[in-house]
């Protein structure tokens, strides 16, 4: 938690082409860069590595971009993978359109980024790939984001624990409700509450899963039933106003972000999907819940009392200054 926005290092700023291994680039959302990208500019720029170009990828830029944080997923990586290009690629509208996946390895101990460069080569996907690998972990509060150069953007979390099919789901119901270019779908789980694959988690997982989402409406945020599911689509332009109004890079950065929309009066639509548990799990119940519930406390007052502000979106339009 901190009181300036959340700010990129050096390392955010680059990735790793998974065939050829060099490392180019990302162009800015909105920025000068990525305006030259799509003109089809290469502008050369030189790192901090003793001088090793890292340069501009050209490119024509595409429909959808789908941005996952891991941090020591080389186990359950593969299979994350593997579902979401399998599934792009073998969609002609997706291939149409285009379509770019983005690994952010966030301070991995273990082979995150090299599990991912080699999932996209043998997949034969090494073009649509970019590993990002940040020097020290940081949480995944939003890192990758805004280097998504698709018109819509998904967050999905590495575990590969939501159906990635039902993403065509969320780009169906985003492009219905979004306004002006703004618009954010959220990834559910609110009607599996009596199925089984949540009955038959334990009693302590059930019981903080209730008392959360309890605290949550006793903090004013009722809309959205599932606030945490890890598969949330944006439209470019909200990724454009929310992520650099964030703070928080935790595992309650969801909230913040639904806050953030809410209150830059964005259409939010929650959208069921298909999901199950996966093991190896990385969340401590009892230490990360509590957690959770002093850093909800802590995100409501820093914005009541002003610490926090909310810059204007491109409309102009905002709840809270």
Request: glycine share 8%.
């Amino acid at each position: 938690m901190r009181p300036q926005v959340r700010e990129r290092t050096e390392s955010e700023r680059y990735y790793q082409h998974p065939l050829s291994g060099e490392v180019l680039a990302f162009p800015e959302i909105g920025g000068e860069e990525e305006e030259d990208e799509a003109r089809g500019a290469d502008r050369g720029k030189t790192g901090k590595d003793g001088g090793k170009q890292k340069r501009k990828e050209k490119g024509k830029r595409p429909r959808l971009s789908v941005v996952v944080p891991a941090f020591n997923e080389a186990a359950r990586l593969p299979a994350m993978l593997t579902e979401a290009l399998g599934h792009l690629a073998a969609s002609p509208s997706h291939v149409a359109a285009g379509f770019e996946l983005i690994v952010v390895d966030d301070g991995s101990r273990d082979d995150t980024a090299g599990v991912a460069r080699r999932v996209a080569c043998d997949l034969r996907c090494h073009d649509h790939v970019r590993v990002m690998v940040l020097e020290r972990n940081r949480g995944k509060g939003g890192a990758g984001m805004l280097v998504a150069r698709g018109d819509l953007i998904l967050f999905a979390d590495a575990d590969g624990a939501t159906k990635f099919a039902d993403i065509d789901k969320l780009v169906a119901e985003l492009e219905t409700v979004s306004v002006n270019g703004f618009g954010v779908a959220v990834g559910s789980r609110a009607h599996m509450v009596k199925s089984a694959a949540v009955v038959k988690r334990s009693f302590i997982r059930n019981f903080l899963m209730y008392a959360f989402h309890t605290f949550l409406l006793l903090l004013g945020i009722s809309k959205i039933k599932d606030t945490q599911c890890g598969f949330k689509m944006f439209t470019r332009d909200s990724v454009r106003s929310i992520f650099p109004n964030m703070h928080v890079e935790g595992w309650i950065f969801d909230i913040e972000i639904l806050l953030l929309a809410t209150w830059l009066n964005m259409p939010i639509v929650e959208v069921p999907v298909t999901w199950s548990e996966i093991d190896g799990s990385k969340v401590d119940l009892i230490k990360d819940s509590i957690k959770m519930a002093i850093d909800l406390i802590t995100i409501r007052f820093y914005y009541a009392i002003g610490l926090w502000h909310i810059k204007k979106n491109s409309t102009g339009k905002t709840k809270k200054e």
